[in-house]
């Protein structure tokens, strides 16, 4: 399967750089040097060359490389819009991908909500961003940007006596500008992940 995913991720570099907008800096929110875009990805320095993504010395051949190459492909110069957040089913096309994003992004945090209020400032340090807006709900609550035009904040809720731990994803308000709609269900997928590797 990685072989699968090496071969997508090449083949959407090779279509990048075969024609290399002239503006694409502005459009991911990278720093330029030659033929190498450097920006911050899922906690990691990420670098961009011809045949390759790394995510701090790592070179990426799985989903990870995917996301990345997929967000250098679609993102456009517009400048993030962070509110209203969004629920993902909010946005169009999303219904297919529902119930994944549920299961993934969501549901797979729940057991650990106590061991997030307990790491969240090492969580937010690792993906560089800070507190939710003060209207947010939830017990607690935080925003992380695991692409530079793309944020999402998480809603916290801790067990009580009449309901377990919950958690709630939303996105940035025009997420869906820079990459695909698959592509965005992954990026909650592999941030959540993150948060996990954090408090491990």
Do not use: W
Request: glycine share 6%; net charge negative.
């Amino acid at each position: 399967m990685a072989g699968n995913y090496e071969k997508i991720m090449k083949e959407n570099l090779s279509t990048l750089y075969r024609n290399l907008p002239y503006d694409l800096t502005e459009r991911v929110g990278a720093e330029r040097r030659g033929d190498i875009f450097i920006f911050q990805a899922f906690g990691d320095i990420c670098r961009i060359e011809p045949d390759a993504i790394y995510l701090g010395e790592e070179i990426q051949e799985g989903p990870l490389g995917i996301i990345v190459s997929l967000y250098l492909l679609h993102a456009t110069k517009e400048p993030l819009i962070l509110e209203p957040f969004k629920a993902f089913k909010e946005f169009p096309d999303s219904m297919p991908y529902n119930g994944a994003f549920i299961t993934h992004t969501e549901s797979i945090l729940a057991p650990h909500v106590q061991q997030i209020f307990d790491s969240r400032t090492a969580i937010l340090a690792c993906l560089k961003d800070g507190d939710s807006p003060s209207k947010i709900a939830g017990d607690f609550s935080f925003v992380v940007s695991p692409l530079p035009k793309i944020k999402l904040c998480y809603i916290f809720y801790h067990a009580d006596d009449d309901f377990p731990a919950s958690v709630t994803c939303l996105y940035s308000h025009n997420a869906n500008h820079f990459i695909p709609i698959d592509g965005l269900a992954d990026i909650g997928e592999y941030t959540s992940k993150k948060i996990i590797s954090c408090i491990a």
